[in-house]
């Protein structure tokens, strides 16, 4: 869009914004009216197709740079955010990565378990501290404020060949509830999404394997996955549609959470 943007509109920063799921994410948004800020490690071809996306959808987009595992990063790609859109009412907390290897689990390393925590729990919980600090010192806008921490369904069903991802999963789950309950009196809700398989390039190296496993009816609602599958659910939480609900966890993978004997 070529107007500059205006606190006439909600707005969010989404995390691992540039592809896959974040690229779903922000698209859902910018259809539901927000102006988004993506936040990743680099500004490549990628980042352009999912900002002219989102301006395809009349929103405004900003790509902010940063690694969310570093903490000392986490003030200035707030702040950059915040100053260009006039404030923010929403984060996704979407940027996460899985194991080095799918391997036994009693050959986990130290090495990849601290890169999984430092990048999909240590990273959000810090940043989610951060952002908190700023909404409960802002008076409201209007819109709804919210914070989505995208979670996996790995959160409840272990995967021996990835310990590693599923430890953080489960955390981000502790933490949507931490935070709602300490949130809840300033008016902002906390959710949780926990997606099933969903086709990204990180599920791409394992394709085949998914393939075999959807072949021999792996859940009820029998197909992959897509971003946008994510992106409209929280793009629902984000507007306030469930206005009486906090720290819930919210499936969406067809299914795969109920289990079948």
């Known amino acids: 869009m070529s107007d500059m943007p205006n606190r006439n509109r909600p707005t969010a920063l989404v995390t691992g914004g540039r592809r896959g799921i974040g690229r779903g994410v922000a698209w859902a948004l910018a259809s539901a009216g927000f102006d988004v800020a993506i936040a990743d490690l680099t500004e490549d071809t990628a980042v352009r197709e999912t900002l002219d996306g989102i301006e395809v959808r009349k929103s405004h987009g900003l790509f902010v740079p940063c690694d969310v595992g570093d903490l000392d990063a986490h003030e200035a790609m707030i702040a950059r955010a915040w100053d260009y859109f006039g ?3 929403c984060l996704v907390n979407n940027a996460g990565v899985t194991s080095d290897v799918r391997g036994d689990l009693l ?9 999984v925590m430092a990048i999909n729990l240590r990273g959000p919980f810090f940043l989610t501290q951060r952002f908190a600090r700023r909404l409960v010192d802002t008076a409201p806008q209007g819109f709804a404020r919210t914070i989505i921490n995208i979670a996996s369904i790995n959160a409840v069903l272990p995967a021996t060949e990835r310990g590693d991802y599923c430890l953080s999963k489960t955390g981000v789950s502790m933490m949507t509830r931490l935070f ?3 949130l809840a009196a300033h ?4 959710h949780e999404i926990r997606p099933g398989v969903i086709r990204t390039d990180m599920t791409a190296p ?3 394997r998914y ?3 959807l072949a021999a009816g792996m859940s009820p609602i029998n197909r992959w996955g897509e971003p946008a599958d994510i992106g409209r659910a929280v793009a629902a939480l984000a507007t306030g549609a469930f206005a009486f609900s906090t720290g819930d966890a919210y499936h969406v993978d067809g299914g795969l959470h109920m289990g079948r004997q």
């Open 211 to 213: 393939e075999a496993r």
């Open 206 to 208: 394992v394709a085949e």
């Open 107 to 115: 050959e986990l390393t130290p090495k990849s378990y601290d890169r």
């Open 87 to 89: 404030g923010l009412d």
């Open 187 to 190: 008016g902002i809700a906390v």
């Open 180 to 182: 709602a309950l300490r």
